[in-house]
């Protein structure tokens, strides 16, 4: 039907009759002329309709977004119409015929950046024809050629594990589906492979790794959807080291394929607990200039208790956040920061604008300068290097809590201020604790997840120490996104079992959800490990749009609904008989 793509037309076409399929980007009518942008997935072309054409009166009737075939002469623009902002800027087409290949009803959106999300994804089918989802589109589509490409020549193998499965646990609840033929009985959709690619080690495939989809479902969160992709990989004989050198090289190569970009070599490498105590996070985001400050020292003998106190304490910090010309802040945004750390947890946010760095306690101006003296001062002076027109956020209280909301300060103070560095910033967090400790339920919880091997050499030495034990766990940060998770797992049975007796799960328990991955163990399992990737977020990153859902093609909302389909939707009474299931509520 068409000689060319209407993206791909250009000066060197200059003269040639094509043939174009595509839609109306939006048609104008100037002094007797018909100027239509036609596009299709590579691109817009203008397309010019002379009242002398035969196919003038049809071109008059053409609309948005109807799907036309045209016959035309390329031709270059006169040089004062280049439009250098386009790639088919410098030509257009003379039209000589005009095919409606179908016509449109009126479009129900704007098919712009202004419509609302919602509109967007009940027409997603239009949607997807802008620009920009075409363009987002085929960057994942690279992605996930970049991944297969580099690792079927590294030896991996690409396994499907079944959709249709039991629970594992990643910490979220399951979607289950009724079975027919087992009334009362239930599959669970995978939260991740998680246990299948580690019996795939146990089999002997030796590298693994899948495109997978997992299902989680979750309370709402803004940028979370109940199924999304992962990129899983398991390999066998490794250590964490041998994991993260494959996984950072499949990285650096995909960003280099996709964008062109050179990652570092190696990426660098920070603890969790340095990770705390320097940003106030586990995915640091390193592009922007600034970090936490612990002024304990300093602040230890001033009769301020809000300070002192938690500097001398076990377990507690007094943490600094130097903002960079910060002192541009006005009160009121200063008490909408102080409102952000509440959000967080914290009980208050203490702050000094600096005024002038050479005047000592004479140049600062706040609430809290009263209570510091001079050797105080200067330490914290010292020690965040501040300078004149920066500001001062002080946190204190537990370590974590406050490491944690001075952490989020940062960030927002980055954004704020717009002081992130261009450029990508990937990082490993290692060091993970092997377990937190859950108030509410007075038992701990897997800090990733059960099957993570602990750094401890026998069961005895994990059980003597469990709050202190830290896990083989590490996590692939970029640009302040943790982009993948995994661990060296346990691969003996003694140790899995107390993992879980730590955990809380009894052994009838263990044995009725793991009891087929506790029995495969005793069959010569090797050691293993693996990670896995959220998909969904690098192609984000990759694409530049801070929202998942503008990289996957039919998303749910954030309430986790597809308003395309109207799914999840009712089902008929003899549906449900079949699966024996009977409704006793429901919202409609
Ligand atoms: N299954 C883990 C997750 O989904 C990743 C891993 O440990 O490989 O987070």
């Known amino acids: 039907m068409r000689s060319h793509l209407c993206g791909e037309i250009n000066q060197t076409l200059d003269g040639q009759s094509v043939s174009l399929c595509g839609w109306v980007d939006r048609r104008r009518d100037l002094g007797g002329l018909i100027f239509i942008g036609l596009r299709d997935h590579a691109g817009i072309v203008q397309v010019v309709v002379d009242p002398q054409c035969p196919a003038f009166a049809d071109a008059q009737r053409l609309r948005n977004e109807y799907c036309v075939r045209i016959v035309g002469t390329v031709r270059m623009r006169p040089e ?188 660098p490498r920070m603890t969790w607990k340095d990770a705390l105590q320097d940003f106030g996070s586990d995915k640091p985001d390193l592009r922007y200039p600034m ?113 944690i909301f001075m952490g989020h300060l940062l960030v927002r103070c980055g954004q704020d201020l717009e002081l992130a560095d261009a450029g990508w910033q990937p990082l490993w967090i290692t060091d993970f604790p092997m377990f937190e400790w859950d108030e509410d339920n007075g038992r701990y919880t897997a800090m990733h997840h059960p ?17 202190e034990t830290l896990s083989k766990g590490y996590d692939m940060v970029l640009n302040g996104a943790e982009i993948g998770g995994g661990s060296i797992r346990i691969h003996k049975t003694e140790m899995q079992q107390t993992v879980f007796e730590l955990l809380g799960i009894s052994k009838d328990e263990a044995d009725a959800k793991f009891g087929f991955l506790l029995e495969a163990l005793r069959y010569g399992c090797p050691p293993h490990g693996g990670i896995a990737f959220g998909l969904d977020r690098i192609a984000a990153l990759m694409a530049g749009e801070a929202s998942i859902r503008d990289v996957i093609a039919f998303p749910k909302t954030t309430t986790a609904q597809c308003p395309l389909t109207d799914a999840p939707s009712e089902i008929d009474a003899e549906q449900l008989d079949e699966l024996s299931i009977e409704v006793t509520s429901s919202t409609q």
């Not at 790794?209 to 992962?230: G, H, K, N, S, V």
């Not at 230890?300 to 802040?329: I, K, M, T, W, Y």
């Not at 099957?451 to 709050?467: G, I, K, V, Y």
């Open 291 to 403: 970090r936490l400050h612990s002024v304990d020292e300093h602040v230890g003998h001033v009769e301020f208790r809000v300070f002192s106190g938690p500097a001398r304490a076990a377990g507690q910090r007094v943490a600094v956040l130097r903002v960079p010309g910060g002192a541009v802040f006005s009160r009121k945004q200063i008490d909408e920061y102080t409102e952000f750390v509440a959000r967080y947890g914290a009980k208050g946010l203490a702050w000094i604008k600096v005024n002038d760095t050479e005047a000592g306690l004479e140049g600062l101006q706040s609430p809290i300068a009263k209570f510091l003296d001079d050797k105080a001062w200067n330490g914290i002076a010292v020690q965040t290097a501040v300078e004149s027109g920066d500001l001062l956020f002080f946190g204190a209280g537990d370590w974590q809590q406050t490491s």
């Open 80 to 267: 004062s119409q280049w439009n250098e902002s386009m790639a088919t800027g410098k030509i257009e087409v003379v039209v000589d015929e005009v095919e409606l290949l179908n016509a449109s009803a009126p479009i129900p959106l704007l098919m712009t950046d202004e419509d609302g999300e919602e509109i967007r994804l009940r027409y997603r089918y239009l949607d997807l024809r802008r620009e920009r989802m075409q363009k987002n589109m085929r960057i994942r589509a690279k992605l996930n050629q970049s991944i297969h490409r580099t690792l079927d020549s590294q030896g991996f193998l690409e396994i499907e594990t079944p959709i249709l499965t039991k629970a594992t646990p990643e910490g979220a609840r399951d979607y289950l589906v009724p079975s027919r033929v087992h009334p009362g009985k239930f599959f669970a959709l995978p939260q991740s492979p998680q246990l299948f690619k580690q019996l795939l080690m146990m089999a002997g495939m030796d590298r693994y790794y899948q495109i997978a989809r997992c299902f989680r479902d979750e309370d709402l969160r803004a940028d979370r959807q109940p199924e999304f992709t992962q990129l899983d990989m398991e390999l066998s004989f490794v250590d964490e080291a041998g994991v993260q050198e494959v996984a950072e090289n499949l990285i650096r190569a995909v960003f280099n394929d996709v964008l062109q970009v050179e990652l570092p070599s190696p990426f």
């Open 451 to 467: 099957f993570t091997a602990p750094q401890a050499d026998t069961a005895d030495d994990l059980r003597s120490a469990p709050a």
